[in-house]
């Protein structure tokens, strides 16, 4: 019965144990029930909000400017090759 | 010189006179700061070695005089540790300054330490910290609030001049302040650079000053406010000295009372609540009924739109660059989800599955969209009665701070509703600010004041005005 979280999870990048599977699949229903009560607001006509502030593109010159050295940029990683991060294969 | 009790316009004033021996203030307020630490663990970090070479260079013609600030962990400081309170950014120390902590350094403001969260912001008791618990210092069996508990309660345990730097996504400043007595301003979204915050949900984060007066917060705010090239969103605003709308009256201001935001709260946190309105209304301002008829679709549309948001944020954070990094074995997919659940924590897990599942193909319209949709009728609501009011006043939290052994028995359903009276302030990302207003069972109350966008001046007017009498 945890198909559902399965798949979440996968597109997620999540790996998760059996018993969190089982919680997470409750715990999904409770809080998607809960939010059934949106269902009782009507907004045919009204825009979504994904700013609550109006935000405009502002553009910039492009030039060089200071930024981060490349040493400091790197300093977290524990894996690195030829001033690069290292991560694991992609292919 | 006598520090405990010295507030932080003594501290400011003292040491513009010369009187202040900075090593000497700095060995006593570590020294309490410890003592502290052992009792109740606000900090994921204590930076005494990173402070003493900021005393060390400390320019006295500064604002804060070297005043000692705590930074909630979620925000970037420059070669001290900053986790988030995740497991997944354990040991991470940024190469660089957030735009308000550089703010603040230019101003002379000393950091003393990372204040215990929620992992990511992601909680409404700090139960959810990868770094242990913090503890009402009120009373220890009971919570600091969330997510920016550390800093709630150690501003209230300190007895020495200090103000902290919280971050607030759904109520995680108002939430604290309440349950620990202290103050929290929340400013206007995008009136304080979000550059160098580890991200929770983008379109409703923002970092905002807790401490234990209005006017030191106003003080704060000013300082670290203003626009900022590196934020996209920040606000096209010049710096503002907000301490000039304090030791005002209120006398003909509008003070609206939302009544929906009376409903399934403790009856002893709303009657001290009334009994502050009333004292607003004995210094001169005029009470007006209001409705929020959105107010019960908040919780829903905010759960939603921040776990979208920040089940996004979150693919970053995959063993590799920086934090907690295994070796780096088998196909990356493997490796990234390995990881992941490995270091994630309980509730960063739940909401990346809920945000994922809101915004996959064939949901996505149900619940994400519906989400922001429903938030642009709740911000109309805002918007409708700041035509009538000045200021919305009401309690911050339906209780005062619970115990830990009833924390425990709640689902997460029934925590996501304790965010009731926050997370519709917060979606619209109109400014807040709470004071707190009696006790009740022992425990603080909080008044929250609400205002408009970019009006933080009234609501630092009343909530001074309301201090003082």
Redesign the interface.
């Known amino acids: 019965m945890t198909e559902r979280i399965e798949k979440v999870a996968n597109i997620a990048r999540l790996e998760l144990t059996d018993k969190e599977k089982s919680t997470l699949e409750k715990d999904l229903d409770n809080i998607l029930d809960s939010f059934k009560k949106l269902e009782k607001i009507d907004t045919d006509n009204t825009e979504p909000t994904f700013q609550p502030i109006e935000v405009k593109n502002i553009m910039r010159e492009d030039t060089i400017e200071k930024s981060l050295k490349q040493k400091d940029a790197l300093t977290n990683a524990k894996e690195t090759e030829d001033g690069y991060f290292k991560g694991p294969k992609a292919i | 010189m006598q520090y405990s009790k010295m507030s932080v316009s003594d501290f400011i004033t003292e040491s513009k006179k010369g009187n202040i021996d900075t090593k000497d203030f700095y060995s006593k307020f570590f020294e309490e700061t410890e003592k502290i630490q052992k009792k109740y663990n606000h900090f994921v970090t204590i930076s005494k070695k990173d402070a003493e070479k900021q005393i060390d260079t400390l320019d006295k013609k500064t604002k804060l005089q070297g005043l000692p600030i705590s930074i909630k962990d979620n925000i970037c400081t420059k070669g001290i540790q900053s986790t988030a309170g995740s497991k997944i950014l354990k040991?991470?120390?940024p190469?660089?300054d957030a735009t308000a902590i550089s703010r603040g350094k230019q101003e002379g403001s000393i950091i003393i330490g990372k204040t215990v969260q929620d992992e990511f912001g992601f909680g409404t008791f700090s139960t959810y910290s990868a770094y242990g618990i913090p503890k009402n210092p009120i009373d220890t069996t009971r919570s600091c609030g969330g997510s920016s508990g550390g800093a709630g309660g150690f501003t209230k345990a300190i007895d020495m001049p200090h103000i902290a730097i919280g971050e607030s996504t759904g109520g995680s400043i108002s939430c604290p302040a309440s349950f620990c007595g202290v103050v929290g301003l929340t400013p206007?979204?995008?009136r304080v650079s979000r550059y160098g915050l580890i991200d929770y949900a983008n379109?409703?984060d923002k970092i905002g000053p807790m401490a234990k007066t209005v006017k030191d917060t106003a003080l704060m705010l000013s300082i670290i406010s203003g626009n900022d090239?590196l934020d996209?969103?920040s606000?096209q605003t010049k710096t503002e000295d907000f301490t000039r709308y304090t030791g005002k009256d209120i006398k003909g201001m509008k003070i609206g009372i939302p009544k929906e935001y009376f409903n399934n709260i403790d009856n002893d946190v709303e009657k001290k609540v009334r009994t502050a309105i009333t004292k607003l209304e004995d210094l001169g301002a005029d009470i007006v009924d209001i409705s929020l008829p959105?107010t019960?679709?908040a919780?829903?549309?905010y759960?939603?739109i921040a776990t979208v948001e920040a089940?996004t944020n979150l693919?970053k954070y995959?063993g590799?660059?920086?934090?907690a990094?295994d070796d780096?074995?088998?196909?990356?997919?493997?490796?990234?989800?390995?990881t992941?659940?490995?270091y994630?924590g309980e509730e960063a897990?739940?909401r990346?599955?809920?945000g994922?599942?809101a915004r996959?193909a064939g949901y996505r319209d149900q619940?994400y969209?519906?989400?922001?949709?429903?938030?642009?009728?709740i911000?109309e609501d805002f918007k409708k009665a700041f035509n009538k009011v000045d200021v919305l006043a009401a309690p911050t939290m339906p209780m005062v701070a619970p115990k830990f052994s009833d924390i425990e028995k709640l689902?997460?359903?029934e925590i996501?509703a304790m965010d009731n009276l926050t997370v519709g302030p917060n979606?619209?990302?109109?400014p807040m600010i709470s004071v707190p207003c009696g006790t009740s069972q022992k425990m603080p109350v909080g008044l929250h004041l609400l205002g408009n966008?970019l009006q933080e001046g009234k609501i630092i007017q009343v909530a001074d005005a309301f201090e003082r009498q």
């Open positions: 040991g991470y120390i190469p660089f206007t979204y995008g379109s409703l090239p996209q969103t606000i959105t019960e679709y919780i829903p549309a759960y939603i089940s693919a995959c590799m660059r920086y934090g990094q780096p074995k088998g196909h990356f997919t493997e490796y990234f989800s390995t992941r659940g490995k994630l897990k739940r990346i599955i809920l994922t599942y996959m619940y969209l519906k989400a922001l949709k429903v938030r642009t009728k911000i689902t997460p359903v996501y979606l619209a990302g109109i966008h």
